[in-house]
């Protein structure tokens, strides 16, 4: 029987209630589909950091290297650990040190679920640079204090990371309905995203079978919400896709149902599974946040790992709790109700 290994780094606030939910889904899926998940639970999280002056340990990369892949739920606490300390400790290294460059963020409506907008047939697929751009770290402060104090953060873009993302971007668009929009904002930035415009400009060339359209992210995100259904695959930088993909959750009914996946695509390291959300630490115990979007990432997860009809029947146990109307209203529904009915629905 094949054992696949998971790292799981439940993280704090409501990571630790949607990763034990989804993980009940999975070992679930993983009995009925003849294969086994061992899970390693790693307590990395700001009450480590407490603990340890740490995120993770001096070797967490190097522990995590050796599996199959990782399931996290979210990381950060910002009452008692700076947002710059935690995410910089443990989630951003991880996409970096793994070259997950691609992360993928697929936006529609599940059935059963009333988003805020008219529109009910979208299907977006956003595709966000996860390694650099505006997320380099490059930068610092002078004169911190002063009226002369000077704050810099350099966005870097570089030839192998822009093209590795805009290629994986038209690879996904050619494998769905053949239809590309690039994000940039290179009317006010004139070096990344004149440069990010370029590359796209000179692969579509190589991908003539593909429509590719560029837009300003301001018009991006307005066209999210008045006409999302004429997006297909998203492609954009590290900032403007999360922003993007926070707003996809929106349309899709709230940030409870939306899904992610860190890849490396190479295959060289372990990619990374986790809802968009954070820890939302406004509900975090009251026993009411969304499993869905991490189950959902779950289930990315094991098509990643080659169990495709495991992940389309734990997809389809989602799609059959919410058509039932369990889970679709924030707030309604508590966790342990809406794992039951997926795993109702998975037999
Ligand atoms: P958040 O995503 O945690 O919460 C935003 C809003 O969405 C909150 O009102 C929250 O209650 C709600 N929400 C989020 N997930 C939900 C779910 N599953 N079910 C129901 N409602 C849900 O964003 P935030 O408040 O900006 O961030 C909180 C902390 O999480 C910060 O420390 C932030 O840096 C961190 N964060 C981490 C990740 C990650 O680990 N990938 C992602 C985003 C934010
Ligand atoms: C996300 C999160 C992270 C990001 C934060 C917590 C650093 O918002 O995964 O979308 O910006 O990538
Ligand atoms: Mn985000």
């Known amino acids: 029987m094949t054992t696949h290994s998971i790292a799981l780094i439940p993280g704090d606030g409501i990571g630790t209630a949607v990763i034990d939910a989804a993980w009940a889904v999975l070992e679930r899926a993983a009995a009925r589909h003849g294969f086994a998940l061992a899970a390693t639970?790693?307590?990395?999280?700001?009450?480590?950091?407490?603990?340890?002056?740490?995120?993770m340990p001096a070797d967490g990369i190097e522990t995590l290297r050796g599996f199959d892949a990782i399931f996290l739920g979210?990381?950060?606490?910002?009452?008692?650990?700076?947002?710059?300390?935690?995410?910089?400790?443990?989630?951003?290294?991880?996409?970096?040190?793994?070259?997950q460059y691609a992360n993928i963020r697929p936006h529609r409506l599940l059935p059963g679920v009333e988003g805020p907008l008219r529109a009910e047939g979208f299907d977006i697929l956003c595709i966000r640079e996860n390694t650099e751009g505006e997320y380099s770290g490059a930068g610092g402060r002078v004169?911190?204090?002063?009226?002369?104090?000077?704050?810099?953060?350099?966005?870097?873009?570089?030839?192998?990371?822009?093209e590795r993302i805009l290629r994986f971007g038209f690879e996904q668009a050619r494998?769905?309905?053949?239809?590309?929009?690039?994000?940039?904002?290179?009317?006010?930035?004139?070096?990344?995203?004149?440069?990010?415009?370029?590359?796209?400009?000179a692969l579509a060339a190589e991908y003539a079978d593909v429509e590719?359209?560029?837009?300003?992210?301001?018009?991006?995100?307005?066209?999210?919400?008045?006409?999302?259904?004429?997006?297909?695959?998203?492609?954009?930088?590290?900032?403007?896709?999360?922003?993007?993909?926070d707003l996809g959750a929106a349309i899709q009914g709230g940030l409870g149902f939306a899904a992610s996946a860190n890849i490396n695509p190479d295959r060289s390291a372990p990619s990374m599974f986790e809802p968009v959300h954070g820890s939302a630490p406004d509900i975090a115990h009251l026993g009411i946040a969304n499993p869905i979007a991490t189950i959902?990432?779950?289930?990315?997860?094991?098509?990643?790992?080659?169990?495709?009809?495991?992940?389309?029947?734990?997809?389809r146990a989602v799609e059959a709790a919410t058509a039932g109307g369990v889970g679709?209203?924030?707030?309604?529904?508590?966790?342990?109700?809406?794992?039951?009915?997926?795993?109702?629905?998975?037999?």
């Open 41 to 55: 639970r790693l307590p990395w999280s700001c009450a480590f950091y407490r603990e340890t002056g740490a995120m």
């Open 74 to 99: 979210a990381v950060g606490w910002p009452a008692e650990v700076p947002d710059s300390v935690s995410l910089h400790g443990l989630l951003l290294p991880i996409r970096k040190a793994f070259t």
């Open 143 to 162: 004169h911190v204090g002063t009226p002369d104090e000077v704050a810099v953060e350099t966005a870097i873009f570089t030839r192998r990371g822009v």
């Open 175 to 201: 494998a769905r309905r053949g239809k590309l929009a690039s994000v940039t904002k290179s009317n006010a930035q004139k070096h990344t995203m004149v440069f990010w415009d370029e590359m796209t400009r």
């Open 212 to 245: 590719v359209t560029p837009y300003h992210i301001d018009a991006m995100a307005a066209r999210m919400v008045m006409a999302p259904e004429t997006l297909d695959v998203v492609v954009a930088s590290n900032l403007f896709g999360d922003i993007l993909t």
């Open 296 to 315: 959902w990432s779950g289930a990315m997860m094991l098509e990643h790992l080659g169990e495709r009809e495991a992940a389309a029947d734990v997809m």
């Open 328 to 347: 679709t209203r924030p707030g309604r529904d508590r966790t342990d109700a809406i794992t039951a009915a997926v795993l109702a629905a998975l037999g």
